[in-house]
Nanobody, 119 residues
Framework: QVQLVESGGGLVQAGGSLRLSCVFS????????MGWFRQAPGKERERVAS????????MYADSVKGRFTISRDNAKNTVYLQMNSLNPEDTAVYYC????????????WGQGTQGTVSS
């Protein structure tokens, strides 16, 4: 059974940084493309970044391009999201998930990790 556990959230001031981690268990991470998603209060969940199974290909939402970096360590079954130059609009619960045929897998959502940016 696949399990995803996110960590690394917290409270930072605008301009600060956070590094999120997502540990994947129950299968071999290297087989899957992965994504980071976020949901702000009152808004729908959105994808902010994704990475191919090999780690060579990455994609970013326009709102985070140039500030966020997704990476993975398949040997550690872990996916990361480095978030720099944070602003209050980045405040959200952040989730990771497997990406299959361009979409996250509904059964795999974890608890997420809260990232809060103060102005």
């Amino acid at each position: 059974q696949v399990q995803l556990v996110e960590s690394g959230g917290g409270l930072v001031q605008a301009g600060g940084s956070l590094r999120l981690s997502c540990v994947f268990s129950g299968h071999t991470l290297r087989a899957y493309a992965m994504g980071w998603f976020r949901q702000a209060p009152g808004k729908e969940r959105e994808r902010v970044a994704s990475i191919s199974s090999s780690g060579i290909g990455t994609m970013y939402a326009d709102s985070v391009k140039g500030r966020f970096t997704i990476s993975r360590d398949n040997a550690k079954n872990t996916v990361y999201l480095q978030m720099n130059s944070l602003n209050p609009e980045d405040t959200a619960v952040y989730y990771c998930n497997v990406v299959l045929r361009g979409a996250p897998v509904d059964d795999y959502w974890g608890q997420g990790t809260q990232g809060t940016v103060s102005s």
